[in-house]
Structures are given as C-alpha cells and as structure tokens.
C-alpha cells in the first residue's frame, strides 16, 4: 500500500491543461508540506513546485513558474497545469516534507502518474 497517490495525468495535447491530485490514506495530508516533482524519461527527478502546510507560502521550479499552480483542499494536494509543452512530458510525484514549511526534506512518497504532452 503506497503512501501517497497520484492521480489525473494523461495524454494531452500542446496548449492543453490537466490537473493532478495527491491524496493518502495512511497520512493526513494536512500535516505536512507537500512538494510535486517529476522525471522525464532518461532523466533525473527535478522539483516542480512545493505548498507549506497552511497553504500560505508557495513555490515553482523556473520551468514551471507562470504556467502551474500548486494549491491545496483539506486532505488532497493538486497541481493545476495549463499552456502545457511537450518538455512537461514526464512521470509526476507528490511527496511529504519533514516540516511544516518547503525544506527540501522528502519522507513519504508517491508511486507516480504519467503525464504525456503530445499533438
């Protein structure tokens, strides 16, 4: 039984929109910051955006910044994603922080969902 689990990736086309969860039902979500990231095939795990336990402070990779909004609903964790590209393409994880705040500390985390930006 997985810790996290990710849900709404896809295929979608260039310009297109779609918008991930991140739920668990062996953690109570609002406990903990939550960070998103992703590996593109034949790549590393890069960070994507990352939410404090409030809700209050908010953060983007570059790559990311002005297209995705991380946001947060009682339990569940969402990435909203639009004016996707085909470079968005990759494997999406949500992960725990250690803190209440975007350390840089991941302790539990997701199996993943796909997400594929292709015409």
């Known amino acids: 039984q997985e810790w996290l689990v990710e849900s709404g990736g896809g295929l979608v086309q260039p310009g297109g929109s779609l918008r991930l969860s991140c739920k668990s039902s062996?953690?109570?979500?609002?406990?903990?910051?939550i960070g998103w990231f992703r590996q593109a095939p034949g790549k590393g795990r890069d960070g994507v955006s990352c939410i404090s336990m409030s809700g209050e402070h908010t953060s983007y990779g570059s790559s990311v910044k002005g297209r995705f909004t991380i946001s947060r609903y009682k339990d569940t964790v969402y990435l909203q994603m639009d004016s996707l590209k085909p470079e968005d393409t990759a494997d999406y994880y949500c992960?725990?922080?250690?803190?209440?705040?975007?350390?840089?500390?991941?302790?539990?985390w997701g199996q993943g969902t796909r997400v594929t930006v292709s015409s």
């Open positions: 992960a725990t922080e250690s803190a209440k705040y975007c350390s840089g500390s991941y302790k539990y």
């Open positions: 062996r953690l109570t979500l609002e406990h903990y910051a």
